[in-house]
């Protein structure tokens, strides 16, 4: 336990070492006005504390306004709570406030969206110069563009690939550079191949040797037998009739199925047979001679696509004509006179169809040659050309220019999303190494709940977050609702959970040893004061922690220290400030607030202008004044004195004050209880404040004189 401070030097305290008659107990009470040092104080404490090495800082817990800055950060929310985000503990706070500087870092997804547009965008203005080089070198020719659905990457590659298959026809770049396309070779392909196939009827060859027989035969006269015309005619005539009809032709009455048995004894008959075996002959050498007049036909458009190579060949063919001519004429004459034995050239006719298809197949060759030579030739030009393309756009200094940009701007590109990626990843370790508990937001809100204080506290489970939000559901909190007073107080519970072990907060942290708050009414509203101050009676009566607990107001120490003065382990302080250095003094008297402050302002009104020079606490003095001119005016009057446009006629009515000097000081005096109480220090006057305080007290004694001198130090 620390009995005293040795040669605290810090600030306004100067080598300061505590009496003997002046040691620290168990539980310690200590009053000072605000600049007095009970924050250089505190820290002389804990600085005393841990010269001991065997103690650490999780051996004690102090409360300041540091403590309040450290240990809670509230941040609006992103509109998807009705509430906004809060942080308890130095750690949490650290842990947040790192998550925001990273979240800082974090490149906006608009500017990685405009760095992707800007790459798209070259990556389009490559393809489109890809694509009119294509177009411009290609000419006439069918070489299709790339396809649309590959990157530019792969398209410079496939052109890449293009560009070394032509260097294998043609190794000179310059010579390859200046071949541009056309289609001449593509149109000549293309009229070959429309070239009407040369066909011609063959005679088939069971026909012939059947023939062959028929010219061998001989044919006697047969009367009986009409002629193979005529039974044809009449066959024909037959299919239209049918059994019991009347003949269509003469109407006579027909025999139909003598008739049908007629014709089919006709149609066995020998000669019969052998005269339609001829005139099949006939009809095919016909035909024959048919498709060599169509062949013929097609000789001028050959020669024109092909060359004159083929002409002879279709004359050979043309020949032809005359010989297959001549050999319907004696396949006519058998069928004319059957039975006279009548000569036909067998050989002549195979001689005459193998001409004809060696020609024909001649023609057809020499035609597939072409067309190959044309579609190597073709191919070839194709590959230059791609060649050519490629060669074009490889180096083309556009192309490469933006190419260039491109990878500058995907590797900035990857590197913000590596960076992005990282330092989200960074964010979800921070918030995983927070400490969320439901039994501390149960513990808040209770409290707020039990002194009327419209918040509550919940957990955002999803980002390790405590949210404070309204007690009215529908309502959105943002952070101008919560006041400065309310953020000290959610501070304070999280300071006074934290001491505890349990969530009922009933056993202290054993490693706990030293407690210090330092003025934790400050700032507080006044709906809030007399639950801190509960609090801080609780703290003051744990057993087995040293505490030590600092106030700025008089009436806060009055209730801490109320009917602790016989117990042993309490001690009270004040601390004091002369001539700019601070001490500490003993605490015996309990006055009541109103009686120690009026002696404040009483001491503070015989001094001289000289002594205010140096008097630290000249800016606390309004605040004091205007409590004692309240009080004393509500006693003295029966009413509260309203600091409204009219007060002064209403205290010069009350007083009988007439006086144009006594006005005039009235006047500062109320400009410094109702203004300079609630102004920054720096824009005070030292001198109208001694002059009020004085007029104050001269007031007091011309209108009360016996309460005057009651007040006033014996």
Not at 105 to 117: A, Q
Not at 278 to 299: C, F, T
Request: charged share 35%; glycine share 4%; proline share 2%.
């Amino acid at each position: 336990m620390i009995t005293k401070l040795n040669n605290l030097t810090l600030k306004s305290f100067v080598g300061y070492t505590n009496p003997n008659d002046l040691l620290f107990r168990a539980k310690n009470i200590l009053f000072g006005y605000n600049g007095k040092g009970k924050s250089s104080i505190a820290i002389g404490i804990k600085d005393e504390f841990l010269k001991d090495l065997t103690k650490k800082p999780e051996n004690l817990r102090i409360f300041d306004r540091d403590y309040i800055s450290n240990s809670l950060l509230i941040e609006n929310s992103d509109g998807k709570i009705k509430g906004v985000e809060a942080s308890f503990g130095k750690g949490g706070v650290d842990i947040e406030n790192k998550i925001k500087e990273l979240q800082k870092l974090i490149i906006k997804e608009d500017e990685i969206g405009n760095l992707d547009t800007g790459i798209a965008k070259l990556r389009k203005e490559i393809r489109t110069e890809i694509d009119k080089i294509h177009d411009r070198r290609k000419g006439e020719a069918n070489i299709q563009r790339k396809s649309k659905e590959e990157s530019v990457k792969r398209v410079i590659e496939l052109y890449k690939k293009d560009f070394q298959d032509a260097k294998k026809i043609e190794v000179d770049e310059d010579k390859l550079i200046k071949i541009n396309g056309d289609n001449a070779i593509e149109k000549q392909i293309s009229q070959n191949e429309n070239l009407k196939p040369l066909n011609f009827s063959k005679i088939q060859t069971p026909l012939i040797e059947k023939v062959k027989v028929i010219f061998k035969e001989k044919f006697g006269e047969d009367i009986s037998i009409p002629e193979f015309e005529v039974v044809q005619w009449i066959e024909s005539g037959l299919k239209l009739h049918k059994e019991g009809d009347n003949c269509k032709f003469c109407d006579s009455k027909l025999d139909f199925s003598d008739v049908k048995l007629k014709i089919a004894e006709y149609k066995e008959n020998k000669r019969h047979k052998a005269t339609e075996k001829l005139k099949q002959l006939r009809e095919q050498l016909q035909s024959l001679l048919d498709s060599i007049r169509i062949i013929e036909k097609e000789s001028k458009t050959y020669s024109t696509n092909i060359g004159n190579e083929v002409e002879q060949r279709f004359t050979a063919i043309t020949e032809k004509k005359s010989t297959i001519d001549s050999l319907i004429t004696s396949c006519q004459s058998k069928i004319d006179n059957i039975e006279i034995q009548e000569n036909f050239d067998f050989e002549l006719l195979e001689e005459t169809s193998k001409g004809i298809e060696e020609s024909i197949s001649t023609i057809a060759k020499t035609k597939n040659e072409q067309l190959s030579e044309l579609r190597k030739k073709q191919n070839n030009l194709t590959t230059l050309v791609k060649g050519a393309i490629g060669l074009e756009i490889l180096k083309s200094a556009t192309i490469k220019d933006k190419l260039k940009e491109i990878k500058v701007k995907e590797v900035e590109l990857k590197e913000k999303r590596e960076s992005n990626k990282k330092k989200q990843q960074e964010i979800q370790d921070l918030k995983q190494q927070k400490s969320l508990t439901k039994d501390f937001a149960d513990f808040v809100s209770q409290i707020l709940n039990d002194i009327n204080i419209s918040l509550k506290v919940t957990l955002d489970t999803d980002n390790r977050n405590y949210i404070i939000k309204g007690t009215n559901e529908n309502a959105t909190l943002t952070i101008k609702d919560i006041s400065e007073g309310e953020k000290n107080l959610l501070a304070l519970l999280f300071f006074y959970y934290e001491l505890f072990a349990d969530s009922k907060q009933q056993n202290i942290k054993p490693e706990i040893e030293l407690i210090i708050v330092d003025d934790p009414i400050s700032s507080m509203d006044d709906s809030n004061k007399f639950y801190i101050l509960e609090l801080m009676k609780n703290l003051l009566e744990l057993q087995n922690q040293q505490i030590f607990v600092m106030t700025h107001t008089w009436d806060d120490y009055c209730n801490l220290s109320y009917g602790k003065d016989n117990n042993q382990t309490f001690a009270t302080f004040e601390i004091r400030k002369n001539n700019g250095v601070s001490t500490l003094a003993k605490l015996s008297s309990k006055e009541k607030p109103y009686n120690y402050l009026f002696k404040e302002i009483y001491e503070f009104s015989r001094k001289s202008d000289e002594d205010i020079k140096t008097e630290c606490q000249i800016y606390h003095y309004p605040n004091v004044m205007r409590r004692i001119f309240e009080e004393w005016y509500g006693f003295k009057i029966g009413r509260d004195l309203n600091f409204t446009s009219n007060l002064q006629k209403q205290i010069e009515s009350h007083f009988s004050i007439t006086s144009n000097n006594q006005k005039t000081k009235l006047g500062l005096l109320i400009k410094v209880c109702n203004i300079l109480s609630h102004s920054i220090n720096g824009s005070m006057n030292p001198q109208e404040i001694h002059q009020s305080a004085k007029y104050l007290m001269r007031l007091i004694e011309d209108k009360d004189k016996l309460h005057f001198d009651n007040m006033k130090p014996q």
